[in-house]
């Protein structure tokens, strides 16, 4: 049983950066992948990154290319989402997840077998 716990998010002002933290326990392996997702208020979820643990694939939305890094640190078990320029729009609850799946990188959350908690990002303009 994966478990996945996220820190990090906080209150900025637009233009900031903010690094959010997911720990995971429980046994990633290769084949996993990590995303972040995050849903804003009145919002369907929405796929923001993800990294395939065995670290031959990233894939980012469209919305924060440029902006948005997401790494990984296999020796630690955690994943990172490094967010610059910082915009009120990216307000909203940011979740790590995981997709058991050996293929590509999905962008549907429902696809995904464990979640965590959430973290809230509020960016002020």
């Known amino acids: 049983q994966v478990q996945l716990v996220e820190s990090g998010g906080g209150l900025v002002q637009a233009g900031d950066s903010l690094r959010l933290s997911c720990a995971a326990s429980?046994?990633?392996?290769?084949?996993?992948?990590m995303a972040w997702f995050r849903r804003a208020p009145g919002k369907d979820r929405e796929f923001v990154a993800a990294?395939?643990?065995?670290?031959?694939?990233?894939l980012y939305a469209n919305s924060v290319k440029g902006r948005f890094t997401i790494s990984r640190d296999i020796d630690r078990t955690m994943v990172y989402l490094q967010m610059t320029s910082l915009k009120p729009v990216d307000t909203a609850v940011y979740y790590c997840?995981?997709?058991?799946?050996?293929?590509?990188?999905?962008?549907?959350?429902?696809?995904?077998?464990?979640w965590g908690q959430g973290t809230q990002v509020t960016v002020s303009s």
């Open positions: 429980g046994g990633i392996i290769n084949s996993d992948t």
């Open positions: 990294i395939k643990w065995s670290g031959d694939g990233i």
């Open positions: 997840l995981v997709d058991r799946d050996y293929g590509p990188i999905r962008t549907i959350a429902a696809n995904y077998d464990y």
